[in-house]
């Protein structure tokens, strides 16, 4: 999927692992496609891992790790052989024992492993877990498409119930509400295996007519995975798409009940949709829904920021019991581009209401106990031990907004006080140095 509208790439992502700089020394970078998030960031990545911890409790969701190593064959199996993950993108290597490895791309197969392995078709059904977790896919970089990159995800694991999906589609909905994104959902049935074997049947009798249109990606498509063909971003092959059989009409009797089902919850629930025939999605497993969540602005087509599906057959796929499943993983990445682009700007989480100054030696190895021992007691306090002079730490003290600082300077050290000032009308009163904790946390109410 491309991403147009995201057009600043990011320029770690471009780096190579090794740089020589002067003096001919060798520096280590980041891998390419890979990213750091800095401190500027980080309050994107806390304020998403917030909600999706606030919507998972909500919904009853239990928190699940799973290692970030696995069987190459848990993904190979899943998500499909012919698929891009597995057949270009998967990080995989042999250990040292010989065993066939694979960095994780994506959660579903790691929670429906971790589901069988810990027989948790013996606990009440359904079981719905989350986790909140980076993933690695070896694609080719662009601005919204990393190889190393986060994800929320959800699962609901032995329920084949439509509500289920709608639920889900909810949740991803609600999420990027919440954060200030307002998003339109893009919805579309595969039906059951029969259905899309018999879909992908007419799909290749349609294609194979124009076959010498084709691009050569979709050339291989034809033969290794057509769904894909409905993807292609090259303008020949999209227009061979607008006239591609669709898939609705395909959809068995059951399935076209089970959509029709979620599509009511949907209009229910008020959560706007669009019917897109064209949605497959590059994972082998889905049955019946699939959805993906775009932003509703000009030039949010085509940017995925979640999307999942029904994956009924996985279960049974991967030896276990026949069970019935959904789920979806929200791309942080993009969503976090997606807010700055919308100009959302997380919320300040540490508000400190004291600063505390020290002026020469003696002040300043006071104060790393005295400091300690007010954060212990409650109080929302920042220093700066690095700063000597009395301006810069008032400075300080006025750039965080704090309502009080204290001051321990020599003269305090010698009558063993502190000054308490008042920043708002510059006041300054003289407290005993063993009462100040007591002093601050009255003031502070
Ligand atoms: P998928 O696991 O492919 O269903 O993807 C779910 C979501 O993860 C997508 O809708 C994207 O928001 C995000 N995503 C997938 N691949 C990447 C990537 N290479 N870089 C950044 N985000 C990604």
């Known amino acids: 999927m491309e991403h147009a509208a995201f057009v600043i790439l990011d320029q770690s992502s471009m780096s190579k692992p090794l740089k020589k700089a002067k003096g001919g020394k060798v520096r280590p970078q980041l891998l390419r496609g890979m990213k750091d998030i800095l401190p500027q960031d980080a309050p994107y990545w806390d304020m998403i891992r917030r909600k999706a911890r606030e919507l998972a409790e909500s919904y009853s969701f239990s928190r699940v790790e799973t290692p970030l190593l696995e069987a190459r064959d848990l993904f190979e ?3 499909g052989e012919h698929t891009d993950i597995v057949s270009k993108e998967m990080f995989t290597f042999t250990d040292k024992g010989g065993e066939s490895i694979a960095v994780r791309p994506e959660w579903t197969a790691s929670a429906c492993r971790a589901y069988i392995e810990h027989g948790m078709v013996n606990q009440p059904q359904p079981v719905k877990l989350w986790s ?4 690695f896919r070896r694609e080719r970089p662009q601005a919204g498409r990393y190889r190393s990159f986060w994800q929320a995800d959800y699962e609901v694991i032995g329920d084949a119930d439509p509500v289920v999906d709608a ?12 954060l200030g994104i307002q998003g339109l959902v893009q919805i579309n049935s595969l039906g059951t295996p029969e259905t899309r074997r018999k879909y992908t049947r007419g799909l290749v009798e349609y294609y194979k007519k124009h076959a010498r249109k084709l691009c050569g990606d979709c050339k291989v498509r034809l033969k290794k995975n057509p769904l894909r063909l409905l993807d292609c971003k090259v303008p020949e092959c999209r227009e061979l798409v607008t006239a591609a059989p669709e898939i609705i009409d395909f959809l068995d009797d059951e399935s076209r009940k089970h959509f029709m089902s979620v599509l009511e919850y ?3 629930s008020e959560v706007p949709y669009n019917l897109n025939s064209r949605l497959v999605r590059g994972l082998d497993y889905y049955t019946r829904t699939l959805f993906e969540l775009w932003p509703d602005r000009e030039g949010g087509e085509n940017i995925a920021l979640g999307g999942g599906g029904r994956y009924d057959g996985l279960m049974k796929l991967l030896g276990g019991r026949d069970t019935p499943a959904c789920g979806f993983a929200m791309g942080v990445d993009r969503v976090v581009l997606e807010m700055k682009e919308q100009h959302i700007t997380p919320p300040r989480q540490f508000q400190p209401d004291v600063y505390l100054a020290q002026l020469g030696d003696r002040a300043k190895r006071r104060s790393l106990k005295l400091f300690n021992d007010l954060r212990a007691s409650g109080v929302r306090i920042i220093e700066n031990f690095s700063q000597d002079g009395l301006k810069e730490q008032l400075g300080a003290a006025s750039d965080a907004g704090v309502r009080y600082t204290l001051i321990l300077g020599q003269k305090e050290m010698l009558d063993n006080t502190i000054l ?17 904790v007591g002093e601050v946390k009255k003031k502070l109410g």
């Open 167 to 178: 639920e889900l589609i909810l949740i991803l909905y609600t999420f990027l509400k919440e």
């Open 420 to 436: 308490l000032r008042d920043m708002e009308n510059g006041s300054q009163e003289v407290v005993a140095f063993e009462k100040i």
């Open 77 to 79: 199996r899943s998500i």
């Open 266 to 268: 949907l209009d229910e």
């Open 132 to 135: 909140f977790f980076q993933c």
